[in-house]
């Protein structure tokens, strides 16, 4: 732990930035969230959060600017609040999250190909036919719990075969990228106890990224083949795949259940979606912008920058708060509406600019036709027990949705 962010005293403000003593990454932040986004956007443009020492973007245009200057904004120092200009990274840092252009283009090159759109053309039908078999032995089984048994189960059932990993030892995956999701947060009960309980995470993760473990046709595979191709170099290729399996699981886990929930909720939404399922993917989307499940991430400044009317210096941490940009009345009709058929274009649920979610047509895939089999076979949804948050310094959903459904 670093002495700069363990003391008990709080950092004083530089003048005339508003100074918030809100901890963005406590559990009372995360269970009273949308009053404290209210509280950031409405302190002003920027604010200094004095609990961390860091500034805090909550408005759209700030988030949106700040995404899309990512040579004053950089990654390559971390996008959490350790500077790995000062802290060493706690594994080997990311060549794609973590890095910045010229280096980012080119790996980021490589998974747009491995990602692309014509590579789920051959995924589309089997994860349709999962997905619809998912929710019928869901609506024979009549009540369940949303989390573990679709929101998990679904991404478990595609994802990691999508992948070409090998069966035994798939029980890390979601630990694993729950440790990746807490270590972007700042020294807390919430990252430190993670780390401390990675090991043994580490290690498969580690040995899944090697050529000989993944199946031919594969994600993985197809990464190690762009390094025979002289694209990235061999000792590149299972940092790559170092990434699917840190971003690619419970980022739609948690989009999944999302989305679950928001229909849950607003029946009336569910209503529309099944009179026209088409409107499928957009009602994942719309998930994605309402919850942001990917909640915040940081930037470095590289020089002095002038932002929201302030002067930054140089190697400031910059916290964005995408879920709160999502909801910024200043950009957003009826912002706190899950409105299914709104014009969602435009939400930064997968960033934006540069670094903008790589696997995001994976991610919509998975949630378009989890939405349609819902839309077509699903009839009412019923929250039927207590719904529990799940605590995570970087993702936001549930570890608990007990629901019934009745067919169509
Ligand atoms: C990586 C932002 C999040 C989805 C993410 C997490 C880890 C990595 C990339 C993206 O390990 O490269």
Redesign the pocket.
């Known amino acids: 732990m670093q002495e700069t962010h363990m003391s008990a005293t709080t950092q004083a403000a530089p003048a005339g930035v508003p100074s918030l003593d809100v901890d963005p990454f406590s559990t009372e932040f995360f269970d009273d969230m949308h009053a404290a986004h209210e509280v950031l956007r409405e302190a002003g443009p920027v604010v200094w959060l004095a609990k961390w020492g860091v500034y805090g973007v909550a408005r759209y245009a700030e988030v949106h600017g700040v995404l899309h200057d990512p040579l004053t904004f950089c990654s390559g120092r971390g996008v959490g609040l350790s500077d790995f200009a000062k802290e060493k990274p706690w594994r080997p840092q ?1 060549i ?2 973590e890095a910045d252009p010229p280096a980012h283009t080119r790996t980021r090159a490589v998974l747009n190909q491995v990602l692309s759109a014509s590579a789920m053309k051959p995924l589309r039908a089997h994860f349709t036919a999962l997905a619809e078999t998912k929710v019928d032995e869901l609506l024979a089984r009549g009540s369940f719990d949303a989390i573990a048994d679709l929101a998990e189960a679904y991404p478990l059932s595609v994802f990691p075969d999508a992948l070409g990993l090998k069966q035994e030892g798939r029980e890390h995956l979601l630990p694993y990228a729950s440790l ?1 999701f807490n270590a972007f947060g700042p020294p807390n009960q919430l990252r430190q106890e993670a780390i401390e309980r990675s090991a043994p995470h580490q290690a498969y993760v580690a040995e899944q990224c090697q050529r000989e473990n993944l199946a031919p046709g594969g994600f993985g595979t197809c990464i190690h083949a762009r390094a025979d191709a002289g694209e990235i170099t061999h000792e590149e290729a299972p940092l790559l795949v ?2 699917l399996l ?2 690619g699981l419970d ?1 739609t886990v948690y989009g999944i259940g999302a989305a679950v929930y928001c229909l849950a909720r607003f029946p009336e939404q569910l209503a529309k979606l099944r009179s026209d399922p088409t409107l499928a993917r957009n009602a994942f989307e719309e998930a994605v912008r309402f919850e942001s499940p ?1 909640q915040t991430f940081f930037r470095t400044t590289t020089r002095e920058v002038e932002l929201g009317g302030h002067a930054i210096g140089e190697g400031e941490k910059v916290l964005m708060f995408l879920g709160a940009a999502n909801r910024d009345p200043r950009r957003w009709e009826y912002a706190d509406r899950y409105d299914i058929t709104r014009r969602t274009s435009g939400h930064v649920g997968y960033g934006s600019g540069i670094h903008m979610c790589v696997g995001q047509l994976v991610a919509r895939l998975e949630g378009e036709v989890m939405m349609a089999a819902i839309a077509r076979k699903v009839g009412s949804i019923e929250i039927t027990g207590p719904v529990k948050r799940r605590y995570n310094n970087t993702l936001r959903g549930l570890d608990s949705l007990p629901i019934s459904i009745s067919a169509a």
Request: charged share 10%; aromatic share 0%.
């Open positions: 990311s794609i999250l990746v170092r990434s840190s971003a980022t990917v």
